[in-house]
Each structure stands twice: as structure tokens, then as C-alpha cells.
């Protein structure tokens, strides 16, 4: 419903453009001439926003469907149990979508970027192709003006805007930290029975639900904080602890195995690899772009000293002034995005964690072989406590690499 509502922005907007275009051009009404580069103007926010949601939203689907023979090659089998069939576990609750979240985010990031450059070819048109007293001329120089606005006013309103984007993401990968917390029984969960453990569950979630970043932050922590200020950490009280195997421990590890670590190792393989392909496209885009922009001021530069001085600059004169004008704003866009993205420290991350996540999946297979007794029992404990550790990590490194206490805009 979002995309059809998207798309119909988009063609409303564009049917505005065209037939305030047409009225102008018929009419030469100096209200609507001048008027019209405004309509643009606007017609192009409308544009950057929408059209890169629906941009996005269609390479999502492009995705999945070039990842569907990764994502078949990694469903459980059929007697492998999911994590809400066991007693105490239930589903994260559903809520607003750290995707929603990241779209707005660098939707707006990506309109930030591309504004400066738009000023300019704004500006470079009135200069160079129409006559500065026209009324056209006129209603770029207000278009302009209408694009460092918008530009200045968002910078200036959106202060901390990635925060419901980390918060949404935070939440959500601690809702489902908490599933796999009650599977293992380690955490607050640790030697507790399926009532005790019930209560604790509810308090949790309940705590969990209404956080903020700060409580977040310490909702985190892999350790229980004592009245007098003095922490434990889970993966010391499993050890002080005798080992329990229980009749379902062999199915609990198996169900870990699959939707845990495997899971979750097939998401950062995936994600590593769109990071990897955005980072190749910008970076090629940002290359061509410098060298571009290189050819066009050394053609500018020889036409300003072979042209005779008093003459009329020619139509390709006048197309190059502009280019010459235009490429270095969309070379500074390109890193601009690049910076918004940050899809090469995204990418090293998802790797680090993807290569931690095998060496736990390997260890848990050897776990598997075996016979399942006490010392199997506190051995998968363990080992759950150190999948939750590099899981948590990750979601630090993430969250120090997007986190943006305002939007970067130059000009």
C-alpha cells in the first residue's frame, strides 16, 4: 500500500509539473513563468524522496529473489524445532520496522546530498542561458533559494535523525536476544524453573518495551547488576554452576544452531554482500564523475582562451559552462552518500561477525556429535553466552558506524 500511495506522488507530481509547464508556456502569464522553476523545484523534493523509497523497495525484491537459493540452502529441516515451540519462549511483539526507520533516514540523508548540486545548476542556468531581468530568470533565482531553505531548515530540524532508526533496530534485536536468552537458559534465565522463568520473561520484555537509548544501553550489558553496584557476567555463573542436561537439551542446541547462529550468519553474508555492490557503484559513479568533471573544466578552460573576447558564447559553449559548474557539486553528492551509507565499514563488520558466527557454528557441531550430558549441557551454555556477546558487538560497531547527531549538508 506504501509503494501505490509512493507512486501516485510521484505521478501526481509529475502531472502538476507538466500542466503548470504547458499553462506557462501557452499563456506566458508572468505569475505562472515565474512560478514554474519553483514548481520544479518542488516537484524534484517530491522526487528525491518518493523515488528513492520506490528505487529502494524494488532492489529489496530484486534482492530476495537473487537470494532465494542462499536462503533455501539454509532451511532447518523438518525435525528441527522453532524457538516458540519450546515453554516460555514467545515471538518478538510486533511493532514500528527498523527498515521504515533506515528508509526515512537516508532518504532524507540522500535529498541533504543532492540539494547543493541542484542550487547550482539552478543557478548556473539563470547565469548562463537566460537573461537576468526574465521572468524565468527570476523564478530560478527563487527556485534556488527555495532548495538552500529546504536544505538549511531539515539540517537544522532533524537533530539526532538516526536516533528511531538505532533505537528501532536496538529494540528489536534485544526482543529476539531475549527468545534465544530463554532456549539456552543462560542470563537471568540460568537455573531457573519454566515458572520463575515465565516471570522474569514478562518483567523483561515488559522493561524492554518502553526503554530508551539510555536504558537500552544497560539492557544490553551481558551481566546482572547487583544492589551494591557489583556485576556478574553470565558466562562466568554458567561455569559456577553444576550442569543439567535436560530431555530436550540435544533439540534446544539443534534449534540454536539453525535459528540462531546459522540464521543470523545468513543475514550478515547477505548484507555484507549488498554493502560490497553499493560501495563498487559509488565508488565507480565517483570516479567517473572527478574524471568527467576534469575533461569538462580543461574543455571550458580551452574554449575561454580560443574564444574571441565581445561574441556571443555558442549553445555548446554555454552547455559546457554548466557542466563545468555542475560536475564538481555532483562529485562532492557521490561522497556525500558515500559518508550517509557507509557501506564499506558496514560491510568489514558483517564480516568480522559472519567469520565469528562460523567458528560457533563448528563449535556447536561438535557439541552435537556427542552423547548430551552435564558437561555437553554447560558447554552449549557457554557457548550460547559467547553468540550473544558477538551478536551484541555487532550491534554496538553498527550503531557507532550509522549513528549521526545531525545531517552533513555543504555547499
Same mark, same amino acid.
Given at each position: 500500500?506504501r509503494?501505490?500511495?509512493?507512486i501516485q506522488?510521484?505521478v501526481?507530481?509529475?502531472?502538476v509539473l507538466?500542466?503548470?509547464?504547458?499553462?506557462?508556456l501557452?499563456?506566458?502569464?508572468?505569475?505562472?513563468?515565474?512560478?514554474?522553476?519553483?514548481v520544479?523545484?518542488?516537484?524534484?523534493?517530491v522526487?528525491?524522496?518518493?523515488?528513492?523509497?520506490?528505487?529502494?523497495?524494488?532492489?529489496?525484491?530484486?534482492?530476495?529473489?537473487?537470494?532465494?537459493?542462499?536462503?533455501?540452502?539454509?532451511?532447518?529441516?523438518?525435525?528441527?524445532?522453532?524457538?516458540?515451540?519450546?515453554?516460555?519462549?514467545?515471538?518478538?511483539?510486533?511493532?514500528d520496522?527498523a527498515?521504515?526507520h533506515q528508509?526515512?533516514?537516508?532518504?532524507?540523508?540522500?535529498?541533504?546530498?543532492?540539494?547543493?548540486?541542484?542550487?547550482?545548476v539552478?543557478?548556473?542556468?539563470?547565469t548562463?542561458?537566460?537573461d537576468?531581468?526574465? %521572468?524565468?530568470?527570476l523564478?530560478?533565482?527563487?527556485?534556488?533559494?527555495?532548495?538552500l531553505?529546504?536544505?538549511?531548515?531539515?539540517?537544522?530540524?532533524?537533530?539526532?535523525?538516526?536516533?528511531?532508526?538505532v533505537?528501532s &533496530?536496538?529494540?528489536?534485536?534485544?526482543f529476539?536476544?531475549?527468545?534465544?536468552?530463554?532456549?539456552a537458559?543462560?542470563?537471568?534465565?540460568?537455573? &531457573?524453573?519454566d515458572?520463575?522463568?515465565?516471570?522474569?520473561r +514478562?518483567?523483561?520484555?515488559?522493561?524492554?518495551?518502553?526503554?530508551?537509548?539510555?536504558?537500552?544501553?544497560?539492557?544490553?550489558?551481558l551481566?546482572?547488576? +547487583?544492589?551494591?553496584?557489583?556485576?556478574? %557476567?553470565?558466562?562466568?555463573?554458567?561455569?559456577?554452576?553444576?550442569g543439567?542436561?535436560g530431555? +530436550?537439551?540435544?533439540?534446544?542446541?539443534?534449534?540454536?544452531l +539453525?535459528?540462531?547462529?546459522?540464521?543470523?550468519?545468513?543475514?550478515?553474508e547477505l548484507?555484507?554482500?549488498?554493502? #560490497?555492490?553499493?560501495?563498487?557503484?559509488?565508488?565507480?559513479v565517483?570516479? #567517473?564523475a572527478?574524471?568527467?568533471?576534469?575533461?569538462i *573544466?580543461?574543455?571550458?578552460a580551452?574554449l575561454?582562451?580560443?574564444?574571441p573576447?565581445?561574441?556571443?558564447?555558442?549553445?555548446? *559553449?554555454?552547455v559546457?559552462?554548466?557542466?563545468?559548474?555542475?560536475?564538481?557539486?555532483?562529485?562532492?553528492?557521490?561522497?556525500?552518500v558515500?559518508n550517509?551509507?557507509?557501506?564499506q565499514r558496514?560491510?568489514?563488520?558483517?564480516?568480522?561477525?559472519r567469520q565469528?558466527?562460523?567458528? %560457533?557454528?563448528?563449535?556447536?557441531r561438535?557439541l552435537?556429535?556427542?552423547?548430551?550430558?552435564?558437561?555437553?549441557?554447560?558447554?552449549?551454555?557457554?557457548?550460547?553466552v559467547r553468540?550473544?556477546?558477538?551478536?551484541?558487538?555487532?550491534?554496538?560497531?553498527?550503531?557507532?558506524?550509522?549513528?549521526?547527531?545531525?545531517?552533513?549538508? #555543504?555547499?
Amino acid at each position: 500500500m506504501r509503494t501505490a500511495r509512493r507512486i501516485q506522488v510521484v505521478v501526481g507530481g509529475s502531472a502538476v509539473l507538466a500542466a503548470w509547464t504547458a499553462a506557462a508556456l501557452l499563456t506566458r502569464v508572468p505569475v505562472l513563468v515565474v512560478a514554474l522553476p519553483v514548481v520544479g523545484a518542488l516537484w524534484l523534493l517530491v522526487l528525491l524522496d518518493s523515488g528513492y523509497l520506490l528505487v529502494r523497495e524494488w532492489a529489496h525484491r530484486r534482492r530476495r529473489r537473487a537470494s532465494r537459493p542462499q536462503r533455501t540452502a539454509w532451511a532447518p529441516a523438518p525435525a528441527v524445532r522453532r524457538p516458540i515451540d519450546y515453554p516460555n519462549v514467545v515471538p518478538r511483539p510486533a511493532g514500528d520496522s527498523a527498515v521504515d526507520h533506515q528508509g526515512r533516514f537516508r532518504a532524507t540523508g540522500i535529498r541533504l546530498a543532492v540539494l547543493p548540486a541542484l542550487a547550482v545548476v539552478f543557478l548556473t542556468v539563470q547565469t548562463v542561458f537566460l537573461d537576468h531581468n526574465s %521572468h524565468l530568470g527570476l523564478g530560478f533565482v527563487l527556485a534556488e533559494c527555495l532548495l538552500l531553505v529546504s536544505m538549511v531548515w531539515t539540517v537544522w530540524t532533524e537533530q539526532e535523525p538516526s536516533r528511531p532508526w538505532v533505537t528501532s &533496530r536496538v529494540r528489536a534485536e534485544l526482543f529476539r536476544r531475549e527468545m534465544f536468552l530463554v532456549l539456552a537458559g543462560v542470563g537471568p534465565y540460568l537455573g &531457573r524453573t519454566d515458572e520463575e522463568a515465565g516471570r522474569i520473561r +514478562d518483567a523483561r520484555l515488559s522493561l524492554l518495551a518502553g526503554a530508551g537509548p539510555a536504558e537500552l544501553d544497560g539492557f544490553a550489558r551481558l551481566a546482572d547488576r +547487583d544492589t551494591d553496584g557489583s556485576e556478574s %557476567h553470565w558466562q562466568d555463573e554458567v561455569w559456577r554452576r553444576p550442569g543439567e542436561a535436560g530431555t +530436550d537439551t540435544a533439540d534446544r542446541m539443534s534449534t540454536y544452531l +539453525d535459528h540462531r547462529i546459522r540464521r543470523q550468519g545468513l543475514f550478515f553474508e547477505l548484507a555484507a554482500e549488498k554493502c #560490497g555492490r553499493t560501495e563498487s557503484v559509488l565508488g565507480r559513479v565517483a570516479k #567517473g564523475a572527478v574524471l568527467a568533471a576534469v575533461a569538462i *573544466a580543461l574543455s571550458y578552460a580551452a574554449l575561454l582562451v580560443s574564444g574571441p573576447e565581445g561574441d556571443e558564447p555558442t549553445v555548446a *559553449a554555454s552547455v559546457i559552462a554548466l557542466l563545468a559548474a555542475g560536475l564538481p557539486p555532483v562529485c562532492n553528492t557521490v561522497l556525500a552518500v558515500q559518508n550517509l551509507l557507509a557501506a564499506q565499514r558496514l560491510a568489514a563488520s558483517y564480516r568480522e561477525t559472519r567469520q565469528e558466527l562460523l567458528g %560457533h557454528e563448528n563449535t556447536l557441531r561438535k557439541l552435537l556429535v556427542g552423547p548430551v550430558g552435564p558437561e555437553v549441557a554447560v558447554s552449549f551454555r557457554a557457548l550460547a553466552v559467547r553468540v550473544e556477546s558477538t551478536l551484541t558487538e555487532e550491534v554496538r560497531r553498527w550503531r557507532i558506524i550509522v549513528a549521526k547527531p545531525e545531517f552533513d549538508a #555543504g555547499l
